[in-house]
């Protein structure tokens, strides 16, 4: 059972259109993050979550909106879109607590997009 | 501040060859992070391979191992003798302790041919 779900796969917006990205997972994980990867930059930490209500900025937030309705559910959302934001998404659920001494991170499958 | 630098892009090796990826780290933020490998396999999420939270412990799984090395700062990745199974892409990852984020290296593509 996939533990960390994503949806869509793959998603072919328009300049300027809205996009939303959604992640769920079923670990009961508090944290959760958002990253986009591209050739040449690995993965870059776009916004994460401690928990539900709470979204925090990342590395890359700029064009990026984060919602975290439910400790199961965090989106990604491009207001916006820009060919820019053509990359693949990833998200990760993990349960580190501030201060302590590990986390492992669970990934969903991905979404490509291609912001046209 | 912190990161970790994979010199690889791709690497291809023969099967039943013994396999290195490199990676370095730099944390600024503290000076033992915590040190990741993570794979993904094609039309996968990444998981984790292994990860050492202790400088000089070595972490090993499915035949990976990888000693952490404080004094080069360096968490390489072998292996022995790789398989066909083996091609997928590998991340090295560093996560200081001063927050629960992690940062990734740009990946190494591993290519095992017969």
């Known amino acids: 059972e996939a533990a960390v779900t994503q949806s869509p796969r793959n998603k072919v917006a328009v300049t300027g259109g809205k996009v939303t990205l959604s992640c769920n997972q079923t670990n009961n994980h508090n944290n959760m993050y958002w990253y986009r990867q591209d050739t040449g930059h690995g993965l870059r930490l776009i916004h994460y979550s401690y928990g539900a209500g709470s979204t925090e900025k990342g590395d890359i937030p700029d064009g990026y909106k984060a919602s975290r309705p439910s400790q199961e559910n965090f989106s990604l959302i491009l207001e916006l879109a820009t060919p820019s934001q053509t990359s693949v998404y990833f998200c990760a659920s993990g349960d580190a607590n501030w201060g302590g001494g590990q986390d492992t991170q669970y990934f969903g499958p991905g979404t490509r997009l291609l912001v046209l | 501040g912190d990161s970790v630098t994979q010199t690889e892009g791709q690497v291809t090796v023969s099967e039943s060859k013994s396999l290195i990826i490199n990676c370095t780290y730099s944390?600024?933020?503290?000076?033992?992070?915590?040190l990741f490998w993570y794979v993904r396999y094609p039309g996968e999420g990444l998981q984790l391979l292994l990860k050492?939270?202790?400088?000089?412990q070595k972490g090993s799984s499915r035949g990976f191992e990888a000693t952490y090395n404080k004094e080069t700062t360096s968490f390489h990745l072998q292996k022995a003798s790789v398989q066909e199974s083996d091609s997928a892409v590998y991340y090295c990852?560093?996560?200081?302790?001063?927050?629960?984020?992690?940062?990734f290296g740009t990946g190494t593509k591993l290519q095992v041919v017969p």
């Open positions: 990852a560093l996560r200081p302790n001063s927050g629960t984020y992690q940062r």
């Open positions: 050492v939270i202790t400088a000089g």
């Open positions: 944390a600024t933020s503290i000076a033992y992070p915590n």
